[in-house]
Nanobody
Framework: QVQLVESGGGLVQAGGSLRLSCAASGRIDSINTMAWYRQAPGKQRELVASITGGGSTNYADSVKGRFTISRDNAANTMYLEMNRLKPEDTAVYYC???????????????WGQGTQVTVSS
């Protein structure tokens, strides 16, 4: 199985910055795409940013130019650098990983428990 542990959430004032981390551990043979999702109260979970194994990135329009996703393949870790935070960025942020536990297995999607990000105005 694959375990995902997120860290780095917290309370910050508007205009501030936070850096989220997601560390994958367990029986991992390969990780394909890694992504961050978020879910605000009363809203559906939405994709924030994703990064492929080759480093190609994709961002939601609402965070382009403010957030940067990156990954350390050797450490099976993903990061989300969040700058110029806005109150509307307040949400629980979830790590999402497409991984396989052995070469003969198919890739499966795994989710972290989530980390709260609160941006005060």
């Amino acid at each position: 199985q694959v375990q995902l542990v997120e860290s780095g959430g917290g309370l910050v004032q508007a205009g501030g910055s936070l850096r989220l981390s997601c560390a994958a551990s367990g029986r991992i043979d390969s990780i394909n795409t890694m992504a961050w999702y978020r879910q605000a109260p009363g809203k559906q979970r939405e994709l924030v940013a994703s990064i492929t194994g080759g480093g190609s990135t994709n961002y939601a329009d609402s965070v382009k130019g403010r957030f940067t996703i990156s990954r350390d393949n050797a450490a099976n870790t993903m990061y989300l650098e969040m700058n110029r935070l806005k109150p509307e960025d307040t949400a629980v942020y979830y790590c999402n990983v497409d991984a396989r536990i052995a070469w003969y297995n198919s890739y499966q999607v795994y989710w972290g428990q989530g980390t709260q990000v609160t941006v005060s105005s």
